[in-house]
């Protein structure tokens, strides 16, 4: 009895120590829902790469897609939410599929139209629109404004606030490519130039961005590239309008004057070149309009998950130290690399990373932090290899009802632009129930 005394002692003891070093408590645990679409291209990322921005969106209830099958023909796809029933439809076009760049970029405006535009590698615009609200029929291939239309690389869609659409790209070549902004006008359903050159390489480089949309205007942040070759991304910036995009300004208020240069750019975070600095991840808003960008850089060896935020008008970093193995980013075309690239979630005081990590056999992983406490845990959300899959998910379901659904399949990307031998794998939406939640201390 004294020795069964003793072990329940120590047993006790044991809770406490663990209550006393880790406070937090962890309020929900992560359970998923899988919901198959059809057989997608997987012999390359060019479905899931993080660019698309919208692979996945969702508009009064009705959820879209849009993916590459296994003969290279664009697919659209949409069901009502929480049914397992998908509306599928081939469509009539394709992309070249052979290029992880030629990825599929979706919208759907306020009038309930179906924007796409896909195929893209320096190469000219190629956009249609569905014929009727809620339609999956495309009509025929059109131009937006006809102008700056012959080299489009990167396009994404974002919903402004006032019911419009903002399409992106970037005209010209790496290294030495310009930003351009259109608008789309829901009730004359015309386009028309935002910014011709927003953001100014001058000849001499790029910028490679992530935008996000907020209740107070649009946020932009970019690192700058200064060839083709990746080793020489640099440095963090930023830029905000609150106007629709006509103006921007710095952080402190300051308008800039455009195009934003190299001389001009305010600096977020300063990353050195051949710092294994990644390009095109994502950024968010908080509540009160902070920004919050992801990416991944190397200071000591080992490249790392960081988060550089704004808060009280001052930038600042947060660290991780999930990966474990060194690796180093340089050259061109598509990369195969041990970890994707973040996309980043805020929510009250939880922090979220959404990613992929070889060291995790290559699952979908969600990270997640208190960001009074910025203790991590990590929770892996696939049950099975995702190759080389990095982050999209449905950004208007999660602003309007914090549900996290995310577009998934088993990629395999080999470096550059060659192409791997493997077989049809799934396109699926991968739906979590419930957000893993950090209680204060």
Not at 19 to 32: C, G, K, R
Not at 98 to 119: E, M, Q, R, T, Y
Request: net charge positive.
């Amino acid at each position: 009895m004294k020795m069964y005394c003793n072990k329940v002692a120590v047993i006790v003891k044991g809770l406490l120590l663990v209550i006393l070093f880790f406070p937090a408590v962890i309020l929900a645990q992560i359970n998923t829902k899988v919901s198959d679409i059809g057989l997608g291209w997987s012999n390359n990322s060019v479905n899931t790469v993080i660019f698309r921005n919208k692979a996945l969106t969702t508009f009064k209830g009705i959820q879209y897609t849009a993916y590459y099958n296994p003969e290279g023909k664009m697919v659209l796809a949409k069901r009502k939410l929480n049914s397992q029933k998908w509306d599928v439809v081939v469509t009539s076009y394709a992309g070249n599929v052979k290029d992880a760049h030629n990825d599929i970029s979706i919208a759907i405006d306020s009038k309930g139209f179906l924007h796409v535009s896909w195929d893209h590698h320096d190469t000219h615009l190629r956009y249609a629109r569905s014929t009727q609200p809620y339609s999956l029929e495309l009509g025929k291939e059109l131009p937006m404004t006809g102008t700056d239309e012959a080299k489009v690389t990167y396009p994404e869609f974002h919903n402004l606030p006032n019911g419009k659409l903002l399409f992106c790209y970037r005209s010209g070549a790496s290294g030495r490519g310009n930003m351009i902004m259109k608008v789309y006008d829901v009730e004359t359903q015309k386009w028309t130039a935002l910014q011709n050159n927003l953001i100014d390489g001058e000849n001499q480089r790029s910028a490679y961005w992530q935008i996000c949309v907020g209740e107070k205007g649009i946020y932009i942040s970019w690192v700058w590239r200064e060839s083709w070759d990746v080793s020489t991304n640099h440095d963090i910036c930023y830029a905000f309008s609150a106007d629709g995009g006509h103006t921007w300004q710095k952080s402190t208020g300051e308008k800039y004057q455009l195009p934003i240069t190299k001389a001009t750019a305010e600096i977020a975070w300063e990353v050195s070149p051949n710092s294994s600095l990644i390009n095109q991840t994502s950024m968010t808003v908080d509540e009160n309009g902070n920004a919050y960008i992801a990416s991944y850089w190397d200071n000591d060896g080992v490249p790392q998950y960081k988060v550089v935020y704004l808060k009280e008008g001052k930038w600042n970093l947060i660290n991780t130290d999930f990966h474990h193995k060194k690796f180093a980013l340089g050259g061109g075309g598509t990369k195969r690399i041990p970890i994707s690239r973040p996309e980043i979630l805020v929510h009250k005081s939880m922090l979220y990373l959404l990613y992929r990590d070889e060291e995790r056999a290559n699952k979908i992983t969600l990270a997640y932090a208190n960001l009074k406490q910025k203790q991590w845990q990590l929770k892996d959300i696939s049950p099975n290899s995702v190759g080389q899959w990095e982050p999209n998910f449905d950004k208007e379901l999660w602003a309007t009802k914090k549900q996290l659904h995310i577009f998934s399949q088993n990629v395999t990307q080999t470096d550059g632009e060659g192409l791997a031998k493997v077989a049809p794998q799934p396109v699926q939406v991968l739906e979590l129930k419930k957000m893993p939640l950090i209680r204060n201390r």
